[in-house]
Structure formats: structure tokens, C-alpha cells
């Protein structure tokens, strides 16, 4: 039976055909193919720190050198004892050169391990049981639909990875040791991947929210579709949460048990790093519908910037003090006072970040009634625009300016940055390297804050400036 286009399913339900979208031009001077400049808070995304600083050639260099990065970062931490002194020695000695002789080609079995991987996560998205969860209405007007099964989902994977272990399907030993192959083939096999999606948008949206900038170096970069799907399969929630986010939490725990088996005892440092993350990832999957509603999927489109970042750099370098801890020999002791401190404040950090998400979180499912911190909450009624049936329909939102988000309009990136910050510290601190994602993640959270302000404001505008009235600080009060 062909294929029925969405014009045609229109027509069939007796509804009325749709009004063709504009294609989004937010930053450049030139006229959209209407001959009218696009606008709005939900066009693809030309600004931001990388933008604005570097530009397209900036945008390539990153696209041109974070494969190898990532590939870099796995042998600095494995191999050379995560030393910046021995890398940097290495270049030096054999310039480029060096990534051709340090580059893990892929091999059948790292392939097998990383196709198995993949196929398991797509399965548990479409079909692990789950409350249905609708996420905030899109700028065209559509309302995305999930399938809320992140916790069902981890717990089936971990129960997954140490049954594989237990019938002789896989090892911890086999993981860790073909970990920077499954790095080297994502990285490529990623790369592939987004140039679909870039294809795919210009010829197969999924739906209205899709647009190019103008700019296929962007397109590529920021993507095409807000949320491109493949059968049922939402693509944005596997590369984001089933494969990247779900990564990060399988990984630090076979990395420890790696461990484990090397020694033969489990090191505290191992121990306590490894149980913050999951902590950690946990709490994400807990508060999984609350991300539904955050900038990486209500505005970051799927493209490299974020699809092969989940795909790649989330398990290169978020579970990189997992990696560089457990890969120390002999492993560090911390002491069980050392240990203890590190895990509370690291609980508490993730605790208040969680906190904070889930205050607004239900601030906003009770209409603004809920009180915060045993008082009547101070809100700014907001008002902003959507695209609905060819026409613009005017939507109220509330804004929440007590407990938490008094302190600051993103005050929970603070304890996001000191839980990073508190996993990593059983690395102690005689290098700098282990310490490589609380540095990428305070970059990227404030340029996210910036970006995010910019987009509220588009969004907002006079009850945003208001709102900022109200906390006027991002992140640090006082500070920033």
C-alpha cells in the first residue's frame, strides 16, 4: 500500500489542508523564500556563544575536531594515565600523526556490542510500558507526545548488562577494553547520521516544526526538525535519552566493575564516584518528563550540535571520571571520612538540583496555586504566541520567581555544575584532565543560559524584561 502523505490524511479526516510554514531565518539579512524575513522564539537557532564568536568557520573547526577529541580524551585517560603533559609530548613528538597511530579502529565485535546496544534502547523506548506525557506546545502548534518509561527503561538495562555478563554474552573487561573502538565507530557512524537528519529535514519533515536558516554549515550543525521520528520511534528521545543519557548511566557501573575484577576489591574512590552518577542518572530518569520541557528538546534542534553530542560526547566525556578513576592503577584511596564528605555534598548538590526542577515542575501543574517554601509564590502571568491551523493564537504561561528561581533565572545549573564537580574529586587533584567535563559543562551551561534568556525574551518580551526585573542574576547571585 504507498505511503499517505499528511495532506492527503487531512483531506481523508475531512479536516482543512494545512498553510504552507515558512522556512526560519532568525540572524540573516536575507528574504525567506516568502520574501518575508522569519522570525520568532521557535526559528532554528543562529546565535549562541559558538556562533557569535567563531561563525561558520568556528562551527566547522568544532564539527572538523571533536571526533578526535573524543577519541583523545579515551586514550589520555587509559593509556597515559590521564597526564596532559604526556599527551601534549606526544603531539609535539608526532604532530597529526599521532591520531592515526592512537586511533582504535573498530573491529566486528566492538560493532556487534554497539548495534545490540542501540537496538535494545530503541525497543525499551517504542515498547517499555509508560504513562503517555505531553510536553509544552511547539511555536507551529503541536503538541509532542511521549511515551514516559525512562526508569523502567534504566532499570532494564542494568538487569540487562549483568544477565549479558552472567550467560558469558559480554564482560566488564570486554566493554573497557573495546570502549575506545564502539568511540572511534560512533564517532564516524554519527557523523552519518546527522547528514540523514540534515536530508531528511529538507525532504521528509515530520512535521511543521522544521526549518532551514539558509545556511547548510547551521542546518548541519543545528539541525533541521524540533522533533524528527522514524515509525514511532522519536528520534531526538534515543539519541538524547536512550543512547546518550542511558551511556552515561551503564558505563561508570561496568567501568567499576572492571575494577572489581582487576584488583579484587572495589576502591572507595571507585565507589564514590561511580554511585554519585547514579545517583545522578537516576534522579535524571525520575525527572525525564520534566527534560521533555527543557531547551535540549523544546528548542535545540536534531542536529550535530546536539544528536552527535549525545551519541558521542556524552560517553566520551561525561562518563570520563568514571573511566580516568577507574582506570588508575593502583586505584586512589580516599579513606572513609574523605569518601563520605565527597558522597554527601554530592548527594546534597544533586538533591537540590532535583529539588529545584521539581518546584517548578509542580508550580506549574497546579496553575501557580502551589505554595513555595510554605508561601504564596511570587509569579509574572506571561503571554506569548503559537501557530495554530494557519493562524496565531495567543497562549498565557506563569513564571515563577520564588524559592529556587528567586535566586536566579537558572540557578540549577549551580548544583548541576557541583555534583560534576564533587564525582570527579575522588580523582584528587594532581591533574587537570579528570576535571575535563565540570570545565566543559560550566561553559556549556552558561552559554546555554544566554542562549535560553535570548529565546525567552523573543518568546516573553515585555513580561520576560519583567521577569528579569524580578532575578536579575542567570546563575551565580550577585556574580553572573
Known amino acids: 500500500m504507498p505511503a499517505q502523505t499528511r495532506g492527503a490524511r487531512r483531506k481523508s479526516l475531512g479536516l482543512p489542508p494545512k498553510e ?15 520574501g518575508k524575513k522569519a522570525e520568532g522564539w521557535g526559528a532554528p537557532e543562529r546565535t549562541g ?19 578526535f577529541i ?37 573491529s566486528k565485535r566492538a560493532w556487534q556490542l554497539l548495534g545490540s546496544y542501540a537496538a535494545f534502547e530503541a525497543l525499551l523506548q517504542v515498547y517499555m510500558p509508560g504513562k503517555r506525557f505531553e510536553a509544552n506546545p511547539t511555536a507551529a502548534g503541536n503538541v509532542p507526545v511521549y511515551k514516559a518509561n525512562g526508569v523502567q527503561s534504566l532499570v532494564a538495562t542494568v538487569i540487562a548488562f549483568f544477565l549479558c555478563w552472567h550467560l558469558g554474552l559480554t564482560t566488564p573487561l570486554e566493554v573497557y577494553s573495546l570502549f575506545g573502538e564502539m568511540l572511534a565507530g560512533m564517532s564516524l557512524l554519527a557523523i552519518v547520521f546527522c547528514v540523514f537528519l540534515l536530508v531528511k529535514g529538507h525532504v521528509a519533515p515530520t512535521d511543521e516544526d522544521s526549518g532551514s536558516c539558509g545556511n547548510v554549515v547551521y542546518d548541519f550543525w543545528w539541525g533541521m526538525e524540533l522533533y524528527p521520528k522514524i515509525g514511532p520511534l522519536n528520534l531526538k528521545q534515543f539519541t538524547n535519552c536512550r543512547f546518550g543519557m542511558m ?17 579484587g576489591f572495589l576502591a572507595d574512590s571507585v565507589a564514590v564516584c561511580v554511585a554519585l552518577m547514579c545517583v545522578y542518572n537516576f534522579k535524571f530518569f525520575v525527572w525525564e518528563t520534566g527534560y521533555f520541557n527543557s531547551m535540549d528538546i523544546q528548542h535545540d ?12 560526547w556524552v560517553p ?46 509542580e508550580f506549574r501543574a497546579s496553575g501557580g496555586k502551589k505554595k513555595v517554601w510554605g508561601k504564596k509564590p511570587v509569579i509574572v502571568e506571561a503571554e506569548y504566541k503559537v501557530a495554530k491551523d494557519g493562524r496565531t493564537v495567543t497562549k498565557k504561561s506563569i513564571l515563577l520567581a520564588s524559592g529556587w528561581w528567586a535566586i536566579a533565572r537558572h540557578f540549577h545549573y549551580l548544583p548541576e555544575i557541583s555534583a ?23 561553559v556549556l551551561l552558561i552559554d546555554r543560559s544566554m542562549r535560553d534568556d535570548t529565546r525567552c525574551s523573543l518568546k516573553y518580551g515585555k513580561y520576560w524584561k519583567k521577569y528579569c526585573e ?3 542574576y542567570k546563575i551565580v547571585p550577585g556574580i553572573f
Open 247 to 263: 551511556a552515561w548511566a551503564i558505563l561508570p557501573i561496568i567501568f567499576a566493575c572492571h575494577q572489581y575484577q582487576r584488583d
Open 49 to 67: 556563544f559558538w556562533a557569535n564568536v567563531y561563525g561558520t568557520c568556528g562551527v566547522l573547526a568544532i564539527i572538523g575536531t571533536t571526533p
Open 420 to 442: 560534576s564537580f564533587f564525582w570527579t574529586a575522588p580523582a584528587l587533584f594532581g591533574k587537570l584532565p579528570p576535571y575535563l567535563y565540570v570545565i566543559f559543562l560550566t
Open 316 to 361: 566520551a566525556v561525561y562518563a570520563s571520571p568514571a573511566l580516568y578513576i577507574a582506570s588508575v592503577q593502583p586505584p586512589v584511596n580516599l579513606g572513609p571520612r574523605l569518601a563520605a564528605a565527597i558522597f554527601a555534598l554530592g548527594c546534597l548538590s544533586i538533591w537540590i538540583n532535583y529539588d529545584s526542577d521539581r518546584q517548578r515542575q
Open 301 to 312: 534542534r536534531a542536529g550535530y550540535y546536539i544528536c552527535w553530542g549525545c551519541l558521542v
Open 70 to 106: 573524543a577519541v583523545i580524551v579515551w586514550h589520555m585517560f587509559v593509556n597515559l594515565d590521564g597526564s596532559l603533559a604526556s599527551i601534549v609530548a606526544a603531539f609535539q613528538k608526532d604532530g597529526l600523526s599521532l591520531i592515526a597511530k592512537i586511533w582504535p579502529w573498530t
Open 470 to 472: 524580578l532575578v536579575p
Open 20 to 34: 504552507k510554514q515558512e522556512r526560519f531565518d532568525p540572524s540573516s539579512p536575507s528574504k525567506a523564500k516568502t
